[in-house]
């Protein structure tokens, strides 16, 4: 059977106006782009281990269980990260050789072949430009049928600072929101900081990751509240042995919390 790479939209007909974006829970890298890594297969899957957001899809899956929508990406971000800017020059961590098509790992390591213009172009356009294409649709199509759409980003992110990061050096809450001060309305901010801390967890705001995500063609326009959720992987796994935890279920209910939260305010709006 023909491994899935395409982007997976789950439930797409949604009841409430809520749509996970989940771009990096996927570990798949097909045949014909690991060819481009300088890396061995155990090296190769060591960055994996380290980088990839597990099990967000089922992590976030209570979205899809209060009646949202889930889309997800299906191949790991070292084939191309759908998170960064397509241009280089607009995205900050190209610094670190982790743009949009990663260069560098998680040390800051030599991990790819220098690809030609032609191989950059290919990867964009199997994999970069469709994810956001659906992206975009599925927002659209949530605003048309509820007047707004709740775009919530979710990742996870290691208990240990990486080399790579920006700003490492600051404090690893459990859970960390990212904001747009165009996008994320204060109501959201105190919402998700409220239930957080009242489940006993850990709140951080834009640090020490920041943003959100949202369609570059829908940016400024106020029906689209989007937020950033980063939940430390110490909560809910054994980063180490890569397998869930008895926090798992816990941060699950957390999840679930939040959206029935952030939906029932956005259809009373």
């Known amino acids: 059977m023909k491994p899935l790479i395409d982007p997976v939209i789950v439930n797409p007909s949604p009841t409430v106006p809520v749509l996970a974006n989940v771009p990096h829970s996927a570990s798949f890298i097909p045949e014909h782009v690991r060819c481009q890594f300088l890396l061995s297969d155990d090296e190769l899957q060591e960055e994996n281990r380290k980088l990839v957001d ?27 990260d759908p998170e960064r800017f397509e241009d280089d020059s607009q995205e900050c961590m190209a610094q670190r050789g982790m743009g949009v098509i990663y260069t560098h790992g998680t040390g800051g390591q030599r991990i790819r ?25 599925q927002v659209a199509h949530i605003v048309r049928l509820f007047g707004r759409c709740v775009l919530i980003d979710c990742h996870s992110y290691p208990e240990k600072v990486l080399p790579y990061e920006l700003y490492g050096d600051t404090s690893r809450p459990d859970v960390v ?26 709140f951080g705001l834009n640090s020490p ?13 106020t029906r689209v509240t989007s ?6 992987r110490a909560t809910y796994m054994h980063e180490g042995t890569t397998t869930r935890s008895e926090g798992f279920p816990h941060m699950r209910r957390l999840v679930r919390e939040i959206v029935e939260t952030v939906a029932n305010r956005a259809r009373a709006s």
Do not use: C, K
């Not at 976030?60 to 929508?69: F, Q, R």
């Not at 747009?180 to 006993?200: F, I, K, M, N, Y």
């Open 209 to 221: 990751f920041a943003g959100t995500i949202v369609p570059l063609s829908m940016y400024g326009d």
């Open 227 to 232: 937020f950033m959720l980063e939940i430390n």
């Open 177 to 202: 929101l990212g904001d747009d001060s165009t996008h994320t309305p204060a109501w959201v901010r105190d919402e998700v900081q409220r239930l957080v801390t009242r489940a006993g967890y850990s």
């Open 54 to 80: 597990w099990f967000t899809d089922d992590l976030y899956s209570p979205i899809v269980e209060a009646g949202g929508t889930l889309l997800r990406h299906m191949v790991s971000r070292f084939v191309v």
């Open 113 to 137: 072949r220098d690809l030609t213009p032609q191989e950059r172009e290919a990867l964009l356009q199997e994999f970069y430009r469709p994810y956001h294409q659906a992206l975009t649709e």
